[in-house]
């Protein structure tokens, strides 16, 4: 099985900072990993796939990068917005679906 | 705009079974570009998928669940359902139903749409 890890499991820094969060695959899988931002009490959005590519709707300060193992998330400039915990996800196939542990952010 | 929406017993007992529903709106669920999926959150913890199916074709299961779920399509009624036999207090969760893209020609996408989530909490 593919795990996926995420560094660091929390963060706080001010508004206005630039964030990044880190994935990793235990095993290469292309570019088949989505970010998803879930505040407390809501379902998971999803904010990217395909490594890099924004969903429609999400704020520009978003944004992500890499391939095979290796995968970012980046909040250019961090808003109080974007309070929340920080999920990745491989999608390459089933029959697993695996997220990562997850990323809580807040502001300092 | 499309909606999804869990229902089902907020309560179970150990070694029973959960049964859950997720509604479907503003879409057909036996369209053949979709898997229909559910996910679970333990109070506090992440995020862990269950399974998906798409209508007449594939499902698949968590290889860590498999013995223990089915999930099923109700094209008469636009839903899709969720079974997970012989609970226990492990299994309370908030249960999320998602969709997903796939259509075997172009690249799958992941979940976009999700519903609220409901809370089953296994208890005696």
């Known amino acids: 099985d593919i795990q996926m890890t995420q560094s660091p499991s929390s963060l706080s820094a001010s508004v206005g900072d630039r964030v990044t969060i880190t994935c990793r695959a235990s095993?290469?899988?292309?570019?088949?990993v989505a970010w998803y931002q879930q505040k407390p009490g809501k379902a998971p959005k999803l904010l990217i796939y395909a490594a890099s590519t924004l969903q429609s709707g999400v704020p520009f300060r978003f944004s992500g990068g890499g391939s095979g193992t290796d995968f970012t998330l980046t909040i250019s400039s961090l808003q109080p917005d974007d309070v929340a915990t920080y999920y990745c996800?491989?999608?390459?196939?089933?029959?697993?679906?695996?997220f990562g542990p997850g990323t809580k952010v807040d502001i300092k | 705009q499309l909606q999804l929406q869990e229902s089902g017993p907020g309560a179970v007992k150990p070694s029973e079974t959960l049964s859950l529903n997720c509604i479907v709106s503003g879409g057909p669920i036996s369209s053949i570009s979709y898997y229909w999926g559910w996910i679970r959150q333990p109070p506090g913890k992440g995020l862990e998928w269950i399974g998906d199916i798409k209508y007449r074709e594939n499902t698949y299961y968590n290889p860590s669940l498999k013995s223990r779920v089915t999930i099923s399509v109700d094209t008469s009624t636009n839903r899709f359902s969720l079974r997970l036999t012989s609970v226990t207090a492990a299994d309370t969760a908030v249960y999320y139903c998602a969709r997903r893209y796939f259509d075997g020609v172009l690249e799958p996408l992941p979940f976009d749409y999700w519903g609220q989530g409901t809370l089953v909490t296994v208890s005696s």
């Open positions: 996800q491989k999608y390459n196939s089933a029959p697993q679906f695996t």
């Open positions: 095993q290469g899988i292309s570019n088949y």
